[in-house]
């Protein structure tokens, strides 16, 4: 199955409200970031997953949102010895059996399937799994990792399941295991696991909240606290089960202010309810052991750490002692002995130590690429694109790219820079976090506070492990979960950072992608998708452009507290890795010669031909006197080019689909049609 069948059919399935999302080829997984349910009706959306991953499996999100379920065979023949009779519905066949569909008629569809110790979860069922609510499945054309096929035998409207079998999956035993938790959405709290000392500790804190609460203020605090409990239990910390019972339990235990309307148990266990899952949008975890003990480095005991307090503080991290205590100014006398020094940069005029900078380029211009080549230099001590860096240890870690994309531009960077891969090893930390559920930094609280995630723990932890100078952080919005509008908002995450930058010393380079204007053209504006919240909330910028014409990328600094702006390197791809223009092989400067003049060419056609089409002039593809190279060479807007160049435009125009012949354009004054070449759409 070629890739444009499988973008044709991805596009079919959203045009007729199919909700879907791409897997990969070879285990079908989910690929984008938030699992199947970043499942998806818009055609802009889906086209571009498969022209980033032609050959992506096809997925389908089952029960409530796709209003299907599905009964997925394994074994064909176990499953036939003891199925009920079953009416003709939807159908396809799969890599081993074939799935079943059937009508989803409300209520809730537990995704059963087969559990790894204790077989099938249905005995009198065997070889069957369900796929519902919290479930996918891999819809036709995609091809199974064993290569063959999946294909619909019957393609007639899923209707719904017979009674004979509902009865039978209700009986299903205790083999059934929910989807596992890899591919739960983070939002969404377990029902069963254990209850960590960190969630217990949270959720006695909550319960004492919720009795000391006042009159007037009992809806508050029993609202309150499910929320911040709901996002524990979503971030592994507690069971749904006993966060449940613990607030139930203490709601009806709060003093009844009015007899005549006092609490009861459905509207206690009604708002707890509503409170959980709204906090399930916003997980949380208790910090890395290791980080958490680093915050008793000045003497504290570890022992007096109260998990609930930090928990629930916008920064539960140690706080420096100048800001527990009065604001102190710098003492002047003493500074005026001390010779200043200038900001110093980890990666020369772009990226100073211990600040946050912001490096923005349009989606496949290259950031990811000159981030892991620059950060590869820097480990080895080596040069590249003119920087002259010295030598410390650097990390690129990515949300988008797999460990086999990485392993491969490292080979090519390595090649390029005369490198062993091997010699990097304990000083350039390659990282992977694609596919991760939780690779936000941070959260916004119900207060407006920012509260920092798991994620960031993780990330202090590994940078203070390696001793990283460098951190390329790739990309932002993956790592930022918030209005990128909310000037508070992006200025406490980047503030966040900046802390993180700032004791650790490294200078910390966030990636993301430059807004419209900005692609447009317009690099007097923001330089990053949203607003300009996130170029104020910085002190240093870069930019990468991409000149497509010629091939040529330009880094220039956008914003500089620390540099002069405006500085520029400009440099080319050869060979999965980037040379500067003036290092260029003269074969590869030879190419970018030829792809400038061909594209010169080009344009200078098209320009020509919108001026001729305004003044109605019908250039033609025929030898004549309106024949469009001879036409063309002898305006103004050819700037040069001669015949010989316009006559070969017009054939790559012609193959691209970029010009049509011999069309109507206009009536002339005998109202007779005037024909001759006109741009497509595509040239627009």
Request: hydrophobic residues 40%.
């Amino acid at each position: 199955m070629t890739a444009p069948d499988l973008l044709a059919a991805a596009l079919d399935y959203a045009d007729k409200g199919l909700p879907v999302f791409p897997c990969h080829s070879e285990n079908k997984r989910p690929l984008t970031p938030n699992s199947f349910y970043d499942a998806s009706t818009d055609r802009a959306t889906v086209a571009d997953w498969w022209k980033r991953w032609p050959t992506a499996m096809i997925g389908l999100p089952t029960g409530t949102v796709s209003g299907v379920w599905v009964l997925d065979i394994d074994d064909p023949d176990a499953f036939a010895a003891k199925a009920p009779p079953l009416p003709i519905t939807r159908k396809a066949i799969t890599g081993k059996g074939f799935h079943l569909y059937w009508r989803h008629e409300g209520g809730e569809v537990r995704n059963a399937q087969r559990h790894p110790k204790r077989g099938w979860p249905f005995p009198d069922l065997p070889g069957a799994e369900v796929r519902g609510d919290g479930g996918y499945v891999i819809l036709p054309p995609s091809r199974h990792p064993s290569g063959r096929l999946y294909e619909w035998a019957d393609d007639g409207d899923p209707i719904p399941a017979p009674a004979d079998l509902l009865r039978l999956m209700h009986r299903q035993s205790d083999n059934c295991h929910e989807i596992p938790t890899q591919d739960r959405p983070a939002h969404l709290p377990r029902l069963g696991g254990a209850d960590s000392p960190y969630g217990l500790a949270a959720l006695q804190r909550e319960s004492e909240a919720i009795l000391r609460a006042g009159n007037g203020e009992q809806e508050s605090a029993l609202n309150e606290a499910a929320l911040k409990i709901g996002a524990l239990a979503a971030g592994g910390e507690l069971s749904i089960s006993t966060a449940k019972a613990r607030l139930i339990g203490a709601g009806l235990a709060m003093r009844s202010y009015d007899t005549r309307n006092a609490w009861t148990a459905a509207a206690i266990a009604d708002k707890v309810e509503r409170g959980l899952s709204d906090g399930a949008t916003s997980p949380r975890s208790a910090p890395p052991r290791e980080y958490r003990d680093a915050a008793f480095a000045d003497g504290r005991d570890a022992a007096s750490y109260d998990p609930a307090t930090d928990d629930l503080h916008p920064l539960p991290t140690r706080e420096p002692a100048e800001e527990s205590g009065d604001i102190e100014p710098l003492d002047l006398a003493s500074l005026a002995t001390i010779e200043p020094r200038p900001k110093s940069f980890v990666i020369p005029a772009l990226a100073p130590a211990g600040e946050v900078t912001l490096f923005t380029g349009p989606g496949s211009a290259g950031k990811s690429l000159w981030a892991q080549q620059v950060a590869t230099a820097l480990a080895a001590g080596v040069p590249t694109l003119g920087l002259d860096m010295g030598q410390a240890s650097a990390i690129y870690l990515t949300c988008e790219d797999d460990p086999e994309q990485l392993h491969w531009r490292q080979a090519h960077i390595c090649k390029a820079l005369g490198l062993s891969m091997a010699s990097l090893a304990g000083r350039l930390y390659l990282a992977s976090l694609r596919g991760h559920l939780d690779n936000a930094l941070g959260v916004m609280d119900i207060k407006g506070g920012f509260t920092l995630s798991k994620s960031y723990y993780r990330l202090a932890a590994f940078i203070k492990r390696t001793g990283a100078k460098l951190v390329a952080l790739d990309n932002l919005a993956h790592l930022y979960t918030g209005n990128e509008n909310d000037r508070g908002e992006v200025t406490q995450f980047n503030n966040a950072l900046n802390r993180l930058a700032g004791e650790s010393g490294a200078a910390i380079i966030l990636l993301g992608h430059t807004n419209k204007a900005f692609n447009r053209g317009d690099t007097q504006g923001n330089g990053h998708s949203g607003s300009t919240a996130w170029v104020n909330a910085v002190r240093s910028q870069f930019v990468l452009e991409h000149d497509t014409k010629t091939d040529l990328r330009t880094v220039t600094v956008g914003k500089a507290n620390y540099a002069r702006k405006g500085k520029a390197m400009r440099f080319a791809w050869q060979d999965w890795a980037f040379v500067l223009e003036r290092d260029l092989s003269p074969d590869r400067a030879a190419a970018l010669d030829d792809v400038a003049k061909v594209n010169g060419e080009n344009a200078a056609f098209l320009r020509c031909l919108e001026v001729c089409t305004k003044q109605r002039r019908n250039a033609s593809h025929q030898p004549g006197s309106n024949y469009a190279p001879k036409m063309f060479a002898g305006m103004p807007e050819a700037e040069g080019i001669k015949s010989a160049g316009f006559a070969a435009a017009l054939e790559r125009l012609l193959h691209i689909g970029q010009i049509e012949l011999d069309v109507e354009l206009w009536r002339s004054s005998n109202r007779k049609w005037r024909r001759g070449i006109r741009a497509t759409d595509a040239a627009q």
